[in-house]
Each structure stands twice: as structure tokens, then as C-alpha cells.
């Protein structure tokens, strides 16, 4: 099993930073990835960035937060981060981390219920 914790939630103006992490406890080496995902109060989950824990490291962004955020990992340290930036106020909403379940594979920018999530963090923009 897999514990995600993430932390770095907090309330910017637009226009401004944050930095998110998510540290992973448990069999986190047999995820092939991790993302993260967002919701905003009435919308559905999104998918906002995902990369890949093995091989090459590819990325995913959805189109909305592509050149303003990054996601990274830090494998020795299970912690997986997202730098957003010049945020906006569409950019609101809960942020969960999610890391792959190898007992059903599915890429990490895909909302699969069976994959391990987080609790959240919220992000406010005024």
C-alpha cells in the first residue's frame, strides 16, 4: 500500500507562486508514475500534470498549465512537486496527489479510482 501526503496549499494573488509536494510511504517503487490532479468547487477532477517514476521521466500537462507549471521528482526522497506559476484564477481548486496502482496500471493523468490518492491541499487565488 501507498500513503500520499501532500503540503504547499496555501492563498496567493493572481499572478503569483506555489510549490507543492506530495511525499510517498510504502511500495511507492512499484507505481510507474504519479501526478497530480485538481478540483474546483462544482467542476470535475482535472488532470493537471503527471511523470513518469521510471525510463525517461516524461511529463504530462494538461493545456491550461503548460509553461507555467513543472513537475518534478525526487526519487531518493519519494517526493514528488509541482512549481506553479503566474497563477491564475482558474488555477483554484483542491490539489490531490495520485500515484499509480501496479494491481491496475493506468497512466497518472487518468482519474482512476483504483489508483492510490491523496488527501489534498487547497489552492486559492484572489
Known amino acids: 500500500h501507498v500513503q500520499l501526503v501532500e503540503s504547499g496549499g496555501g492563498s496567493v494573488q493572481a499572478g503569483g507562486s506555489l510549490r507543492l509536494s506530495c511525499v510517498a510511504s510504502g511500495f511507492i517503487s512499484s507505481s510507474k508514475c504519479m501526478g497530480w490532479f485538481r478540483q474546483a468547487p462544482g467542476k470535475e477532477r482535472e488532470a493537471v500534470a503527471a511523470i513518469a517514476r521510471v525510463d525517461t521521466g516524461g511529463t504530462y500537462y494538461t493545456d491550461s498549465v503548460r509553461g507555467r507549471f513543472t513537475i518534478s521528482l525526487n526519487n531518493a526522497k519519494n517526493t514528488l512537486y509541482l512549481e506553479m506559476n503566474d497563477l491564475t484564477l482558474e488555477d483554484a481548486g483542491i490539489y490531490s496527489c495520485?500515484?499509480?496502482?501496479?494491481?491496475?496500471?493506468?497512466?497518472?493523468?487518468?482519474?482512476?479510482?483504483?489508483?492510490?490518492w491523496g488527501q489534498g491541499t487547497q489552492v486559492t487565488v484572489s
Open positions: 495520485v500515484a499509480e496502482n501496479p494491481v491496475a496500471p493506468a497512466p497518472c493523468w487518468v482519474p482512476v479510482e483504483r489508483h492510490y
